[in-house]
């Protein structure tokens, strides 16, 4: 992690180094925006124990003074059962066009999962370099990491294999700088200050999604969306935001407000924390639950929910 971080570097748009866009693929739940978060340095991407917490393809960008790589996180690799779920998959294999490299992230299962082993069968067409990432290695109990190593290493599918834990940092810094010996030399098409694709409306709206999901159980997490109404900075410098928390029942609306309001009072509170740190201002953040009913059945409205076509 701190190494990826030295790496950076003040840089001019169109210098010449390496240019890459890079999918970061895998299983839900396995760490894929923690790994991002971690290599970007700052909090970009919402992160969740729950699975399928990424819905869209959110393109990171990372420019060091070697390179410039257009990140994209992809939803979990996950076997959908509803419309909302054909929707996030069709999102992740999506990730596979255009691009110049993957990362494909896997725990110290010390095999290869079934589901993996799904979904090489359909890369027989894939022309671009896949490097393995075995996360979350301070969990590895015994020999677990290296059966996991040797074990994806006879599939013959990766040009690398690379052990790291994105909570801790370990072994951040060599996956970049071997992700970045196999990108193509090219122009930089962004600023170097320039993070991500989103704007950020989309990013708050993520932002306050992630605390809804942290703190509500069962159905609830897979049954919201979050938009932004309205953004708007006052004189004063602070920065008034309305959003609505949209869910598909009656009943969850109630469990969202929670007793006397409290649920929502501590979303907002932690949506609010975040989204200061992002925006570098006083946030003034007023949240709304609205019922849209069975929006996760209806094609139409989980790609304007799910795609944030919003201010």
């Known amino acids: 992690m701190h190494r990826a971080e030295a790496a950076r570097a003040e840089t001019t748009e169109n210098q010449k180094g390496k240019f890459g866009i890079v999918a970061v693929v895998g299983q839900t739940n396995v760490g894929k925006s923690t790994f991002l978060n971690a290599v970007l340095g700052r909090k970009l991407l919402i992160t969740s124990s729950k699975p399928q917490t990424t819905r869209n393809q959110i393109r990171c960008i990372l420019t060091t003074d070697r390179a410039q790589i257009v990140f994209v996180d992809t939803p979990g690799l996950h076997r959908p059962r509803n419309r909302l779920g054909r929707h996030i998959l069709r999102e992740a294999h999506r990730a596979h066009r255009g691009i ?6 896997v725990e110290p299962w010390g095999k290869v999962i079934d589901a993996d082993r799904e979904a ?3 890369w027989n067409r894939l022309e671009f370099p896949i490097l393995l990432l075995v996360n979350k290695i301070d969990t590895a109990k015994g020999n677990r990491l290296e059966e996991t190593l040797l ?18 940092g370990d072994g951040l810094g060599d996956a970049l700088e071997t992700l970045i010996g196999y990108l193509p030399e090219g122009d930089r098409l962004f600023p170097a ?6 704007g950020e409306t989309f990013l708050i709206s993520e932002l306050i999604r992630e605390k809804v999901v942290r703190l509500t159980y069962q159905e609830i997490p897979h049954s919201i969306a979050v938009r932004v109404k309205w953004l708007r900075e006052r004189d004063d410098g602070l920065v008034e935001i309305r959003a609505e928390i949209i869910v598909d029942r009656l009943s969850q609306k109630g469990i969202i407000v929670g007793k006397r309001g409290e649920l929502i009072k501590r979303i907002g509170t932690l949506a609010r924390a975040d989204i200061e740190a992002m925006l570098g ?31």
């Open 151 to 168: 074990a994806y290493e006879a599939t013959g599918r990766f040009e690398e294999l690379i052990p790291i834990s994105a909570t801790r």
């Open 281 to 311: 201002s006083r946030v003034f953040l007023d949240l709304i639950v609205k019922v849209d009913a069975h929006w996760t059945r209806d094609e139409d409205r989980i790609r304007q929910l799910t795609g944030q076509e919003q201010l």
């Open 100 to 105: 110049d490299a993957m990362l494909y992230l």
């Open 120 to 122: 090489f069968e359909r």
């Open 193 to 198: 200050d320039m993070e991500s694709e989103q």
